[in-house]
């Protein structure tokens, strides 16, 4: 299968990857692209709550602010939420958001959801608690944006599916940060490949291939429980390993293009240059899915010190190859490439939930980022078990990597005593057998 990976340096930033513009040039083309846009005087008043403020949550924050800027809304963030005091208390600074309506605890995202006036919830923490603040938001009546991905086993994809479609029972905008759908140049290719330009597709492969782990930020804290949340992209109940926390954007760009989720899948991975350090995850994947067309998807992610990286994906079809990002090579033909301009994605997701709110057009990513964020779940779960593993299989799965107050209530965990796994060994961690793992709880 021809590919066209892009070729980058080992210290490749995940925002790097498609930031395409400053976001003073995403304001200035966002606005000659939706001159329909009524003004703000005109228009509901959009009051903004971030439950998560972290390094995403803050950046949320930033690329709201410019998206209503962009189409003139009457936009601004009222309240805040972290389980930290210390993070909610800086995002207080960097919002302008007073303190009395800046909250912290297992609870914060209740306290904010529940401010008057509140219609817009920017949802960031780490994945693990996704389901059970989307559930919140979507029972309080709140549009949502939320970050990928929205869940990290089965358990959690359950409570998606069913939010989503409370969502949209109740005609609630969703945005998923799921960036490139909302990005004009995998827009454009996309849209070409799906009418036909390369034929009828046979293969796909998808890489998030780093130049080395990420974000190993020790073991602080005085109990394990928040040991564990500040190093949370480390733990399976909480990141749900870089195969979701990553991967999921080229994972999500395969199953747009097919239109579909796969069935099953067979895998392989490892902890190698983690090993020494706390925490479950893995820094390797390899995963072969198949779809239900026949046609299979090669995916590769790895977050292992090497000299080439790229994060990028590739389209085989019967008539000719594509990278969806912005390039079709028929057989026998000319080259297309995508010449546009692109508004930042991660400012357009805004700008298109905005304008869903503003005009009242349909607009619920709810389900297609659940089900890219299940195809990870499926193939971490290929690798884990050694095992192929089917999508329904690993959907009705009742076992959870986190308590069961995660998704219950998860407003009344305490920090308190709490679980810590070993690394799943390859071939030797199988959620489908019982028991699947022996945690040891430590204080």
Same mark, same amino acid.
């Given at each position: 299968?021809?590919?066209?990976?892009?070729?980058?340096?080992?210290?490749?930033?995940?925002?790097?990857?498609?930031?395409?513009?400053?976001?003073?040039? *995403?304001?200035?083309?966002?606005?000659?692209?939706?001159?329909?846009?009524?003004?703000?005087?005109?228009?509901?008043?959009?009051?903004?709550?971030?439950?998560?403020?972290?390094?995403?949550?803050?950046?949320?924050?930033?690329?709201?602010?410019? *998206?209503?800027?962009?189409?003139?809304?009457?936009?601004?963030?009222?309240?805040?939420?972290?389980?930290?005091?210390?993070?909610?208390?800086?995002?207080?600074?960097?919002?302008?958001?007073?303190?009395?309506?800046?909250?912290?605890?297992?609870?914060?995202?209740?306290?904010?959801?529940?401010?008057?006036?509140?219609?817009?919830? /920017?949802?960031?923490?780490?994945?693990?608690?996704?389901?059970?603040?989307?559930?919140?938001?979507?029972?309080?009546?709140?549009?949502?944006?939320?970050?990928?991905?929205?869940?990290?086993?089965?358990?959690?994809?359950?409570?998606?599916?069913?939010?989503?479609?409370?969502?949209?029972?109740?005609?609630?905008?969703?945005?998923?940060?799921?960036?490139?759908? $909302?990005?004009?140049?995998?827009?454009?290719?996309?849209?070409?490949?799906?009418?036909?330009?390369?034929?009828?597709?046979?293969?796909?492969?998808?890489?998030?291939?780093?130049?080395?782990? /990420?974000?190993?930020?020790?073991?602080?804290?005085?109990?394990?429980?928040?040991?564990?949340?500040?190093?949370?992209?480390?733990?399976?109940?909480?990141?749900?390993? $870089?195969?979701?926390?990553?991967?999921? $954007?080229?994972?999500?760009?395969?199953?747009?293009?097919?239109?579909? $989720?796969?069935?099953?899948?067979?895998?392989?991975?490892?902890?190698?240059?983690?090993?020494?350090?706390?925490?479950?995850?893995?820094?390797?994947? *390899?995963?072969?899915?198949?779809?239900?067309?026949?046609?299979?998807?090669?995916?590769?992610?790895?977050?292992?010190?090497?000299?080439?990286?790229?994060?990028?994906?590739?389209?085989?079809?019967?008539?000719?190859?594509?990278?969806?990002?912005?390039?079709?090579?028929?057989?026998?033909?000319?080259?297309?490439?995508?010449?546009?301009?692109?508004?930042?994605?991660?400012?357009?997701?805004?700008?298109?939930?905005?304008?869903?709110?503003?005009?009242?057009?349909?607009?619920?990513?709810?389900?297609?980022?659940?089900?890219?964020?299940?195809?990870? /779940?499926?193939?971490?779960?290929?690798?884990?078990?050694?095992?192929?593993?089917?999508?329904?299989?690993?959907?009705?799965?009742?076992?959870?990597?986190?308590?069961?107050?995660?998704?219950?209530?998860?407003?009344?965990?305490?920090?308190?005593?709490?679980?810590?796994?070993?690394?799943?060994?390859?071939?030797?961690?199988?959620?489908?057998?019982?028991?699947?793992?022996?945690?040891?709880?430590?204080?």
């Amino acid at each position: 299968m021809q590919d066209y990976p892009n070729q980058t340096s080992s210290a490749f930033s995940r925002r790097q990857f498609i930031k395409s513009s400053t976001l003073i040039a *995403a304001s200035a083309a966002a606005a000659a692209s939706f001159p329909s846009v009524l003004r703000g005087q005109d228009k509901q008043p959009i009051r903004a709550v971030i439950i998560g403020l972290g390094g995403r949550g803050s950046g949320a924050g930033r690329d709201f602010t410019d *998206a209503a800027k962009a189409v003139g809304a009457d936009a601004k963030i009222v309240a805040l939420a972290d389980i930290f005091p210390e993070a909610a208390k800086k995002g207080a600074e960097n919002f302008g958001v007073p303190e009395d309506k800046c909250f912290s605890g297992f609870d914060a995202y209740q306290k904010a959801l529940a401010v008057p006036g509140v219609n817009y919830a /920017i949802l960031a923490t780490p994945p693990g608690f996704r389901a059970s603040h989307f559930k919140a938001a979507i029972e309080a009546g709140k549009n949502v944006f939320m970050e990928k991905p929205v869940a990290v086993d089965g358990s959690g994809c359950r409570v998606m599916y069913a939010t989503a479609e409370q969502a949209k029972a109740k005609n609630l905008k969703v945005a998923a940060g799921t960036q490139r759908r $909302h990005q004009a140049g995998y827009q454009e290719t996309i849209k070409r490949i799906k009418d036909g330009a390369i034929g009828d597709i046979l293969a796909l492969r998808a890489y998030w291939v780093n130049g080395g782990p /990420i974000w190993h930020r020790g073991d602080q804290g005085s109990t394990e429980l928040e040991r564990q949340i500040r190093n949370w992209y480390h733990y399976i109940w909480l990141c749900g390993d $870089h195969i979701c926390e990553q991967h999921v $954007h080229n994972l999500d760009v395969c199953n747009w293009i097919m239109g579909d $989720h796969p069935t099953k899948c067979w895998g392989m991975g490892a902890r190698q240059q983690l090993n020494g350090k706390s925490g479950e995850i893995w820094d390797n994947f *390899a995963v072969e899915y198949e779809y239900p067309s026949g046609a299979r998807m090669y995916s590769y992610c790895g977050q292992v010190k090497r000299e080439w990286a790229s994060v990028s994906e590739g389209v085989q079809g019967t008539k000719g190859t594509a990278n969806p990002s912005g390039h079709i090579q028929p057989k026998g033909g000319s080259v297309w490439r995508y010449k546009g301009e692109d508004v930042g994605p991660y400012v357009q997701e805004h700008i298109d939930l905005i304008n869903a709110i503003l005009n009242d057009t349909p607009l619920n990513e709810a389900k297609q980022v659940t089900d890219s964020t299940l195809t990870a /779940i499926m193939g971490r779960e290929a690798a884990y078990s050694g095992a192929g593993v089917d999508w329904e299989t690993v959907l009705e799965s009742k076992f959870a990597y986190g308590p069961e107050l995660l998704y219950e209530n998860c407003s009344k965990m305490e920090w308190g005593p709490f679980r810590t796994l070993q690394p799943p060994m390859p071939g030797s961690h199988n959620i489908f057998k019982d028991p699947p793992m022996l945690p040891v709880v430590k204080a």
